[in-house]
Structure formats: structure tokens, C-alpha cells
């Protein structure tokens, strides 16, 4: 897992519309993906009875279920301090380890970017 704090404007596009799935849903992350064609994927943390998935696994299954066939980025908004191993996975999957995997605050201020790998 490597680790940079350098962002770029499409890397921000998809922190921002992360910060703002968390912030309209209330709930606890907030995530998106962009997928090999450019188009993204917003979700938020799905907490049902039957169902529990973070915010990442979410959007991963949304790109998923929308056709993706590989992601260049993923981001999520939370107040943790390192994306989980689960969350790391499910990018790795469609995304290969390479993929970036960008964490911010829910102020929007990038913590980390690590691979997925």
C-alpha cells in the first residue's frame, strides 16, 4: 500500500461529490468512483437490517451494476483515519491494485491517498 497526498482536479471532483452524498444522506461516509470511461458513481453508507455496506462498496457496486468494467479513482468522505481493507478490496476488484484510493475528512481535506493494492 503506497501513500501520497498529492490530488488533482478530477481526483477533488470525485472528493467533492463524496463530501456532498454524505452530507445530504446524514450518514456516517460518503464515496465515489470513476470508472475507466470517466463517468462516476456516488453512493452512501447502506445500513439496513439485511443489508450493510460501506459508502465505497456502495459506489463499487453501483459502477458494477452500471456496466463499469474498471475504475481509475474511488474517494470516500469519513472520519476515519485509513480506507478499510474491505473497502480497499472492492476497488482492487474492479480496479486493480494500482487504483488510487483517495480519503478525506468530512471538512473535504484529503488525509491519504493509497493504492488499493
Known amino acids: 500500500m503506497t ?3 498529492e490530488i488533482g482536479p478530477e ?3 470525485i472528493i467533492t461529490l463524496a463530501r456532498s452524498a454524505r452530507a445530504r444522506n446524514g450518514v456516517p461516509e460518503g464515496a465515489a468512483v470513476r470508472d475507466g470511461t470517466g463517468r462516476t458513481y456516488v453512493a452512501g453508507t447502506v445500513e439496513l ?3 450493510k455496506l460501506s459508502a465505497l462498496q456502495t459506489a463499487v457496486a453501483m459502477a458494477v451494476a452500471s456496466g463499469a468494467e474498471s475504475l481509475e479513482a474511488a474517494a470516500v468522505v469519513t472520519d476515519a483515519d485509513t480506507p478499510s ?3 480497499r478490496a472492492a476497488v482492487r476488484d474492479l480496479g486493480g491494485p494500482d487504483t488510487p484510493v483517495l480519503l478525506a475528512g468530512p471538512d473535504g481535506g484529503l488525509k491519504v491517498t493509497v493504492t488499493a493494492g
Open 49 to 51: 437490517d439485511s443489508l
Open 3 to 5: 501513500q501520497s497526498t
Open 11 to 13: 481526483d477533488r471532483k
Open 85 to 87: 481493507d474491505a473497502d
